[in-house]
C-alpha cells in the first residue's frame, strides 16, 4: 500500500504553499479551553471534535505551546476525531505546573503528568513534538496500553547529550551548560533566526513572558541526557512513525535511522523543524492514515511496522511492566477545515 494517494498529497502541498497570515493567539474556532489537574499541578488544555470519538493527543516541545497545532486541529477533528493538546508543565499557560520546593523539573514529572492526562481521558494515538516526542517515547514505553499509535515529530534522532547531533552546533554542545544552552536557543527565537512570520515572531515572543525560565534551563539539562529506549519501545509494537523536516535541526538521515531502529514508518516534509506550522495538511494526510492503519491493521502487516506499514498493537493489547524512566540504553474529511491562504508568497 502506497504512503497516500498522489491526488490528495498534491492537494495537501498546494494547501500547505497557500497558508497566509495566522492569528497564532486566536482560539480555534470551535475549540473548548479547559485545565486538567495533573501531579505537577494545571495543565492548559484545549479540545476539539466529539469526545465519543476516536482520541488524539498533541504534545508540543520546549518553548511551545498547544497553539503551534492550531491548522492541525480543524483538520483532524473534521476527520473524525477528538483532538486534544496541552502546554507542558512549565511552559506558557501551564507556568505554574512544576517541580514543588525549588526541586528540577525531571523526565519523570513530565512523563507522570503526560500518564494521568491519558489515563483520565482513555487510549489516544499519541504525537510528540520535538522534546516531547522523546517524553511520549518514554510514555509508551512505562504504559503502552494507553498509546493506540505513536507518531515522534521532530524528536531529536538519539540518545545522551542530543545536541551533539545537530548540523551546525555539533561540534560545540559538549562546551556548553544547560542555562548557556537555554540562553542561546531563548535568544535565537526572539531574534527570530528562524525567520518565521511577524504574526508567528510576534506569538513566540509573547509566550516568555509566561513560561517559566527555570523549566527551560532544566529541560535543555534533560535533552543532554536523553535515554535510549530504542529496544524498549519496539519490543512494545505500537504502531510508531517518525515525521522531520528536509532542514530539520538534525540531518535527514539521522531521522531515517531513528525510524529504521524503532521499526517506524518515517516521513519526511520539505520544510524545516515545525511541519505542524508550515505543512499541516501534508502532516494531517499522514497522521490520519497512520490512525487507520493503527487501529485497523492491513492484512499481512509486520507487527514492528517498517517503512509503510505499522505495526498491529492496538490500545486493548495487554500492558507491558511499568519501566523506570531511562532504564536503559486514509478517511475522508467528514467536512472541509479553514485555513487561512497565503497572501504573501514571499513569507518565510
Excluded at 474556532?29 to 469526545?51: H, N, T, W, Y
Excluded at 491519558?118 to 517524553?135: K, N, Q
Excluded at 494507553?146 to 524528536?155: F, I, Q
Aim: charged share 20%; hydrophobic share 45%.
Amino acid at each position: 500500500m502506497e504512503r497516500s494517494d498522489s491526488a490528495a498529497r498534491a492537494r495537501a502541498a498546494a494547501l500547505d504553499a497557500e497558508i497566509g497570515p495566522v492569528s497564532w493567539a486566536e482560539p480555534v474556532p470551535g475549540a473548548e479551553r479547559s485545565s486538567f489537574r495533573a501531579a505537577s499541578g494545571s495543565l492548559a488544555v484545549v479540545s476539539l471534535g466529539d469526545p465519543d470519538s476516536p482520541r488524539v493527543v498533541l504534545v508540543p516541545g520546549l518553548t511551545g505551546s498547544k497553539e503551534d497545532f492550531a491548522l492541525m486541529l480543524p483538520q483532524l477533528a473534521a476527520a473524525g476525531f477528538f483532538v486534544q493538546t496541552l502546554d507542558l508543565p512549565g511552559q506558557y499557560e501551564s507556568a505554574s505546573a512544576g517541580p514543588s520546593d525549588g526541586a528540577s523539573f525531571t523526565w519523570d514529572l513530565f512523563v507522570d503528568d503526560l500518564v494521568d492526562f491519558l489515563a483520565a481521558g482513555g487510549p489516544a494515538h499519541l504525537v510528540g513534538y520535538s522534546f516531547a516526542g522523546t517524553v511520549a517515547e518514554l510514555v509508551a514505553v512505562r504504559r503502552p496500553d494507553l498509546v493506540r499509535s505513536l507518531t515522534l515529530l521532530a524528536t531529536p534522532p538519539g540518545s545522551g547529550n542530543v545536541f551533539r547531533l545537530m548540523r551546525w552546533i555539533g561540534p560545540l554542545a559538549p562546551l556548553a551548560s544547560a542555562r548557556v544552552g537555554a540562553a542561546l536557543m531563548i535568544w535565537g527565537i526572539v531574534t527570530n533566526k528562524n525567520r518565521v512570520s511577524p504574526e508567528r515572531l510576534a506569538f513566540v515572543r509573547s509566550r516568555f513572558a509566561l513560561t517559566d525560565r527555570r523549566s527551560v534551563d532544566d529541560v535543555i539539562g534533560l535533552m543532554m541526557k536523553t535515554p535510549d529506549v530504542r529496544r524498549e519501545l519496539r519490543e512494545r509494537a505500537i504502531p510508531t512513525a517518525v515525521a522531520a523536516g528536509r532542514r530539520d535541526l538534525w540531518s535527514l538521515d539521522r531521522h531515517a535511522c531513528f525510524a529504521e531502529d524503532l521499526g517506524a514508518r518515517f516521513w519526511a516534509y520539505d520544510t524545516g523543524h515545525s511541519p505542524c506550522e508550515t505543512t499541516p495538511h501534508q502532516f494531517c494526510l499522514d497522521l490520519i492514515d497512520h490512525f487507520a492503519r493503527a487501529d485497523d491493521p492491513p492484512r499481512g502487516a509486520s507487527p514492528l511496522g517498517g517503512s509503510t506499514a505499522p505495526g498491529q498493537a492496538s490500545a486493548g493489547a495487554p500492558s507491558a511492566a511499568p519501566t523506570t524512566v531511562g532504564a536503559s540504553a486514509p478517511p475522508t474529511s467528514r467536512k472541509a477545515a479553514r485555513i487561512p491562504r497565503r497572501r504573501d508568497r514571499g513569507r518565510a
